[in-house]
């Protein structure tokens, strides 16, 4: 729902830009030859041959200040102003980019939503099928990612230690820990990227805050998925990143549920590497101090 509603705010905006355009370059409209309201009289011939720069420009003028979008308010026989244009035309734009955001989208149409922040199994979904077959599976989301979900448990559970071949430690409780986030509902948390690594075979890389990254894989990773989570908790995935830069230029949480290792296995030239990458000062900072800071920048 939240795509399609993305979809009806962008088109909307959109068109109610054109509307404003129309406000702006035109002037009162009034009924011809006269004041607003009062009838109008024929041309005479004079006028009906009238063929200078003038009046033509003045036709130009008139034929390009129709409103972009038809009218369907009703005024009587009066000319409405441009306020009352403007709020019915309005109206009138969001009515039809509801009608058109619950019609079926044309091929091609989810390319305007590339880069949609959406929850996180979503997120993954995209980055391994593309945005075009998310866009095919229609109003059956929320019966589409349950189902999903439960094939990803049921081949966890047929062979629970699937998830120890990750470069993350699992134990016995952890496992049941990350199948019952996989079920949680729409809020699962990073926690369940060891499953989703072991059962499509995919290395994925979460991106956090532009100089962070969890990065889970499993033994085997047929390709890596890169996808960033924003200031909302929401992800997004990026389909064009570059990993080379990304395992440059971020830093590598030691596990999911820990940024780093203790501090006694660090010296402090490593810390100040870390402090460089997450843009934290180190200049006259002791071991411990500097330690402190970059778990602070990591929460």
């Known amino acids: 729902m939240g795509f399609h509603h993305t979809l009806f705010v962008r088109q909307s905006i959109e068109n ?3 509307l404003k355009k129309y406000m702006y370059s035109s002037k009162e409209p009034t009924a011809q030859g006269t004041d607003a309201g009062t009838p109008s009289t024929p041309p005479s011939q004079e006028q009906e041959g009238a063929n200078t ?8 003028r008139s034929t390009s200040a129709q409103p972009p979008f038809p009218l369907q308010g009703t005024y009587g026989e009066k000319v409405p102003t441009k306020s009352a244009i403007y709020t019915e035309g309005v109206r009138n734009c969001l009515n039809a980019s509801r009608l058109s955001a619950a019609k079926p989208q044309a091929e091609g149409a989810y390319d305007r939503a590339i880069g949609q922040a959406v929850p996180l199994f979503w997120a993954i979904y995209i980055a391994i099928h593309g945005y075009e077959e998310y866009a095919q599976i229609g109003r059956g989301y929320s019966n589409f990612e349950i189902n999903e979900k ?11 230690t699937i998830l120890k071949q990750t470069n993350q430690k699992m134990t016995k409780d952890k496992i049941q820990e990350v199948m019952s ?3 949680s509902g729409k809020n699962m948390g990073l926690s369940t990227l060891p499953a989703f690594a072991t059962v499509y075979n995919k290395r994925i890389i979460v991106i956090l805050k532009n100089t962070m990254r969890i990065d889970i894989s499993s033994e085997g990773a047929e390709d890596t998925i890169v ?3 924003n ?7 990026d389909l064009d990143a570059n990993v080379g830069i990304i395992e440059r230029e971020t830093y590598c949480f030691h596990q999911i549920d820990k940024p780093l290792r ?12 870390i402090a460089g990458l997450l843009e934290v000062p180190y200049e006259n900072k002791k071991k411990p101090e500097l330690y402190v800071e970059l778990v602070q920048k990591c929460i």
């Open 231 to 237: 200031n909302k908790g929401m992800f997004v995935p």
């Open 262 to 273: 203790p501090v006694s296995t660090y010296k402090l030239d490593e810390l100040v590497g």
């Open 53 to 60: 720069p003038q009046s033509k420009s003045t036709a130009m």
């Open 16 to 18: 109610v830009e054109e």
């Open 227 to 229: 996808i960033r989570k």
């Open 181 to 183: 986030e996989v079920m």
């Open 150 to 160: 439960q094939k990803i448990i049921a081949t966890i559970q047929k062979s629970p």
